[in-house]
């Protein structure tokens, strides 16, 4: 299964342009505002936006729809649970189920799809070094509490682009488990579960793999924890940072207001 979460696609655009420090800042106010939006007229709004800067990104939907795709469950089993255990007027012919139940479960899985969107959108336009950088810049005060906030920062967006590698390593021993006769897909949970050890003892292993490969060429790269690392051009937020988070916010203060 191909995902884009967690991966870089270099492009010529505003949105990639930006510093990854307001980036950041413009992602969490993001979130936050769509859980705040309850309203389906104001959600609509908020999604049309992220249109918008979709298309200004360059970004096709193609590749943000496969960065959504390995979550569609959690959308669904979310909308579901709103949906059996919301009290309420009951909805014919669906036992347990319940009018505000349904209209809640639409409105948090909506909601769910616009702040994972925001995350993916700002991961695919935003390289994992000016990431990595933006994170350390604003833990920069926990440094006085003896926080390795730059090995925190590191573990992080590690972490976040082991995401599709994952996701790659697993299709590929699926694909090669498939032709060498396991069954994946039949039988009852039980026995489906015990074929997929056939897949995560592989996946983990080359999880663990990659990790030690991973840690042997930070050792050989001169990587040392807890040393300073300067860049060669150090970012500055720029009148464009500026006017961009401005509008932003205008934007989101109007959907909050109506």
């Given at each position: 299964?191909?995902?884009?979460?967690?991966?870089?696609?270099?492009?010529?655009?505003?949105?990639?342009?930006l510093?990854?420090?307001?980036?950041?800042?413009?992602?969490?106010?993001?979130?936050?505002?769509?859980?705040?939006?309850?309203?389906?007229?104001?959600?609509?709004?908020?999604?049309?936006?992220?249109?918008?800067?979709?298309?200004?990104?360059?970004?096709?939907?193609?590749?943000?729809?496969?960065?959504?795709?390995?979550?569609?469950?959690?959308?669904?089993?979310?909308?579901?649970?709103?949906?059996?255990?919301?009290?309420?007027?009951?909805?014919?012919?669906?036992?347990?189920?319940?009018?505000q139940?349904?209209?809640?479960?639409?409105?948090?899985?909506?909601?769910?799809?616009?702040?994972?969107?925001v995350?993916?959108?700002?991961?695919?336009?935003?390289?994992?070094?000016?990431?990595?950088?933006?994170?350390?810049?604003?833990?920069?005060?926990?440094?006085?509490?003896?926080?390795?906030?730059e090995?925190?920062?590191?573990?992080?967006?590690?972490?976040?682009?082991?995401?599709?590698?994952?996701?790659?390593?697993?299709?590929?021993?699926?694909?090669?488990?498939?032709?060498?006769?396991?069954?994946?897909?039949?039988?009852?949970?039980?026995?489906?579960?015990?074929?997929?050890?056939?897949?995560?003892?592989?996946?983990?292993?080359?999880?663990?793999?990659?990790?030690?490969?991973?840690?042997?060429?930070?050792?050989?790269?001169?990587?040392?924890?807890?040393?300073?690392?300067?860049?060669?051009?150090?970012?500055?937020?720029?009148?464009?940072d500026?006017?961009?988070?401005?509008?932003?916010?205008?934007?989101?203060?109007?959907?909050?207001?109506?």
């Amino acid at each position: 299964m191909k995902t884009t979460l967690g991966q870089y696609l270099p492009r010529d655009s505003l949105v990639h342009a930006l510093d990854a420090r307001v980036k950041l800042v413009v992602m969490g106010l993001s979130i936050g505002v769509s859980f705040r939006l309850d309203r389906a007229g104001t959600l609509v709004l908020f999604a049309l936006g992220l249109v918008f800067c979709t298309f200004i990104s360059k970004i096709s939907f193609g590749d943000l729809y496969r960065g959504l795709k390995p979550f569609i469950w959690l959308f669904a089993a979310t909308a579901l649970l709103h949906v059996f255990m919301t009290g309420g007027d009951p909805l014919p012919l669906v036992p347990f189920a319940t009018r505000q139940g349904l209209e809640g479960g639409i409105r948090v899985g909506a909601q769910l799809v616009l702040a994972l969107w925001v995350s993916t959108l700002t991961t695919l336009t935003t390289s994992s070094l000016d990431m990595v950088w933006a994170m350390q810049w604003f833990m920069r005060p926990l440094k006085y509490l003896n926080v390795p906030t730059e090995e925190i920062a590191l573990a992080v967006m590690l972490a976040i682009r082991f995401i599709p590698l994952l996701f790659e390593e697993a299709d590929r021993i699926t694909r090669a488990q498939k032709a060498r006769g396991v069954d994946l897909e039949s039988g009852n949970v039980f026995r489906r579960t015990r074929a997929m050890v056939s897949v995560v003892v592989p996946l983990m292993h080359g999880a663990f793999r990659r990790a030690e490969d991973l840690a042997v060429a930070l050792t050989l790269r001169g990587y040392r924890p807890g040393i300073v690392r300067s860049r060669m051009r150090e970012p500055r937020v720029s009148l464009k940072d500026g006017v961009c988070t401005a509008l932003v916010c205008l934007w989101y203060g109007f959907l909050l207001a109506v």
